[in-house]
């Protein structure tokens, strides 16, 4: 049996010269492949949802504007007017995490997002864009993040080591929430449905049906680690362009 | 785990920046302006209609109004014209009440004035045949011949005493 987490090996598909060290950053790999294949999804979806822009939508345009309204809504009431000047990045970055989770529920797909290495970089991106947003707007009173008006002063030694601390994890809980949901589901599934093929026809039952129910669950989580991902994007734009 | 073999991080976040890239560019440049514009259409179409479903529907208080004030108007009218001819069906009778009667009475007259005079003249005539009868009477019983003076002043007598 093959270990449970070889299917989060990334391994070239075009082969490409390395000699044993470290991949090239141009190497396409089965990760490549599965970026690829969403943004190509994402691209399909949108053009069979805008194709005809109809007055009385059609199924697929139908799921267009619920996807639309849904993070319009989630930014105007996360941040307010003022942020839907990111509402495309938003909005990407949603589609680009919830069809990366859906994709790797395909059997022998690849889930992109259950690497630290993407979802660190998306965290990031997003921490750095958010506090130089907030000291953009704000210059030098963003750092009253870290000490809220009306606090008494004698609090300033406790209140700004826990303030700072909870702003700079922000990036590490971020990444870690996605990646660690997403390989432990992987994980899991594959393990159970190792017993599936161990335990024979008759044993096999029992862990066939907690593996489906198992695989629903994993879709609802994939569906809801993008929504978590995204609305705590739109937390901490909020913090940086209207303080608290 | 294969998440923390650093060999593969070059190539995954390279591909992550050139595919999220392109995502934004389809995103913000295809997805939204097209769902936007859908959705922006579908709420003035609605905005439109409420509209026009506001003016339309001021626009019929307006000629019920109109309507009613025009109704209003014709029966005051009809009202005016009716009792016009009433009064003017009233004089009419009138006068023609007066006439009549004028007529009658003027007929009640003459009828009157005919019967007196035919009273008259069958009260004369009477007084002639009671003259003459009573001439006869006596010349019948008596044999006498009296005069017409005489019998004319009898038969005076007789009918002043009768009358």
Same mark, same amino acid.
């Given at each position: 049996? +093959?270990?449970? @987490?070889?299917? &989060?090996?990334?391994?070239? $598909? #075009?082969?490409? /010269?390395?000699? %044993?060290?470290?991949?090239?950053?141009?190497?396409?790999?089965?990760?490549?492949?599965?970026?690829?294949?969403?943004?190509?999804?994402?691209?399909?979806?949108?053009?069979?949802?805008?194709?005809?822009?109809?007055?009385?939508?059609?199924?697929?345009?139908?799921?267009?504007?619920?996807?639309?309204?849904?993070?319009?809504?989630?930014?105007?009431?996360?941040?307010?007017?003022?942020?839907?000047?990111?509402?495309?990045?938003?909005?990407?970055?949603?589609?680009?995490?919830?069809?990366?989770?859906?994709?790797?529920?395909?059997?022998?797909?690849?889930?992109?997002?259950?690497?630290?290495?993407?979802?660190? +970089?998306?965290? @990031?991106?997003? &921490?750095?864009?958010?506090? $130089? #947003?907030?000291? /953009?707007?704000? %210059?030098?009173?963003?750092?009253?993040?870290?000490?809220?008006?009306?606090?008494?002063?004698?609090?300033?030694?406790?209140?700004?080591?826990?303030?700072?601390?909870?702003?700079?994890?922000?990036?590490?809980?971020?990444?870690?929430?996605?990646?660690?949901?997403?390989?432990?589901?992987?994980?899991?599934?594959?393990?159970?449905?190792?017993?599936?093929?161990?335990?024979?026809?008759?044993?096999?039952?029992?862990?066939?049906?907690?593996?489906?129910?198992?695989?629903?669950?994993?879709?609802?989580?994939?569906?809801?680690?993008?929504?978590?991902?995204?609305?705590?994007?739109?937390?901490?734009?909020?913090? +940086?362009?209207?303080?608290? | 785990?294969?998440?923390?073999?650093?060999?593969?991080?070059?190539?995954?976040?390279?591909?992550?920046?050139?595919?999220?890239?392109?995502?934004?560019?389809?995103?913000?440049?295809?997805?939204?302006?097209?769902?936007?514009?859908?959705?922006?259409?579908?709420?003035?179409?609605?905005?439109?209609?409420?509209?026009?479903?506001?003016?339309?529907?001021?626009?019929?208080?307006?000629?019920?109004?109109?309507?009613?004030?025009?109704?209003?108007?014709?029966?005051?009218?009809?009202?005016?014209?009716?009792?016009?001819?009433?009064?003017?069906?009233?004089?009419?009778?009138?006068?023609?009440?007066?006439?009549?009667?004028?007529?009658?009475?003027?007929?009640?007259?003459?009828?009157?004035?005919?019967?007196?005079?035919?009273?008259?003249?069958?009260?004369?005539?009477?007084?002639?045949?009671?003259?003459?009868?009573?001439?006869?009477?006596?010349?019948?019983?008596?044999?006498?011949?009296?005069?017409?003076?005489?019998?004319?002043?009898?038969?005076?007598?007789?009918?002043?005493?009768?009358?």
């Amino acid at each position: 049996m +093959a270990s449970p @987490v070889e299917q &989060f090996a990334v391994k070239p $598909i #075009i082969p490409v /010269a390395h000699e %044993g060290g470290a991949l090239p950053f141009y190497a396409f790999t089965n990760s490549s492949a599965a970026m690829v294949a969403a943004v190509l999804v994402a691209t399909v979806f949108f053009w069979l949802a805008t194709r005809k822009r109809a007055v009385v939508p059609g199924r697929w345009q139908a799921v267009g504007e619920v996807l639309f309204d849904f993070i319009a809504n989630m930014i105007r009431d996360n941040v307010g007017k003022e942020g839907m000047k990111y509402f495309p990045f938003v909005f990407t970055l949603f589609v680009f995490v919830f069809i990366g989770n859906m994709l790797g529920m395909l059997p022998y797909s690849f889930t992109f997002t259950s690497h630290i290495a993407v979802t660190a +970089a998306m965290a @990031v991106v997003i &921490f750095l864009g958010v506090t $130089i #947003i907030g000291f /953009a707007r704000h %210059g030098f009173h963003y750092l009253h993040m870290f000490f809220p008006h009306g606090a008494p002063l004698a609090t300033a030694p406790i209140l700004i080591p826990i303030e700072l601390i909870s702003y700079l994890s922000r990036p590490f809980s971020l990444s870690v929430r996605l990646f660690a949901n997403m390989t432990v589901g992987h994980i899991m599934l594959k393990v159970l449905a190792g017993f599936v093929v161990s335990l024979g026809v008759v044993g096999g039952i029992v862990p066939f049906a907690v593996v489906s129910g198992i695989t629903v669950l994993e879709f609802f989580i994939g569906a809801l680690q993008a929504y978590v991902f995204t609305i705590l994007t739109c937390i901490y734009l909020n913090d +940086a362009i209207n303080m608290h | 785990m294969p998440q923390f073999d650093p060999t593969t991080f070059a190539s995954q976040l390279f591909w992550l920046a050139v595919t999220f890239v392109l995502l934004f560019i389809v995103v913000s440049r295809f997805a939204i302006p097209r769902l936007g514009e859908v959705l922006e259409q579908r709420q003035k179409l609605i905005a439109d209609d409420l509209d026009r479903a506001h003016q339309l529907k001021a626009e019929t208080e307006e000629a019920i109004r109109s309507y009613e004030k025009a109704l209003a108007e014709a029966r005051a009218k009809a009202h005016d014209v009716l009792r016009a001819a009433q009064d003017d069906i009233a004089k009419a009778a009138d006068e023609r009440n007066k006439a009549v009667n004028a007529a009658l009475a003027e007929q009640i007259k003459q009828g009157e004035a005919r019967i007196g005079k035919a009273r008259d003249e069958a009260l004369a005539s009477v007084r002639d045949i009671a003259g003459g009868a009573a001439a006869a009477a006596v010349s019948r019983l008596a044999g006498l011949s009296p005069d017409e003076a005489t019998v004319q002043a009898a038969v005076s007598g007789v009918m002043k005493e009768s009358a």
